[in-house]
């Protein structure tokens, strides 16, 4: 079963930085969109974050705009979610995502916890 290797998340103070990443082997075909999503102990759905094509074009809901980054790697099958300026809202279990021409991968998760 193919899964993402996940690195990154942690616990900050307001205000604080974190970067998140997830790689899938070399061996997955050609990735198309890459994501990420975030599920808060409130609210049980994954809520999306941002996006990313191959072409580049990014997307990001707006209270993280202007403070999240996504990128992406597509030698490294890589995408990363650079956060800054975090705020206790933010506070969730963070998942990356990516489809291919016939397969969706999630993550497991990565917590991000910002707290004083």
């Known amino acids: 079963q193919v899964q993402f290797v996940e690195s990154g998340g942690g616990t900050v103070p307001p205000g604080g930085s974190l970067k998140l990443s997830c790689s899938l082997p070399?061996?997955?075909?050609?990735?198309?969109?890459m994501a990420w999503y975030r599920r808060t102990s409130e609210n049980q759905r994954r809520d999306l974050v941002a996006?990313?094509?191959?072409?580049?074009?990014?997307y990001y809901q707006d209270p993280v705009l202007g403070r999240f980054t996504i990128s992406r790697d597509d030698d490294e099958k890589t995408v990363t979610l650079q956060m800054k300026d975090l705020k206790s809202e933010d506070t969730a279990v963070y998942y990356c995502?990516?489809?291919?021409?016939?397969?969706?991968?999630w993550g497991r998760g990565i917590q991000v916890t910002v707290s004083s």
């Open positions: 070399r061996s997955v075909g050609t990735i198309f969109g």
């Open positions: 996006t990313i094509n191959r072409e580049g074009g990014t």
């Open positions: 995502h990516a489809s291919t021409t016939d397969s969706v991968f």
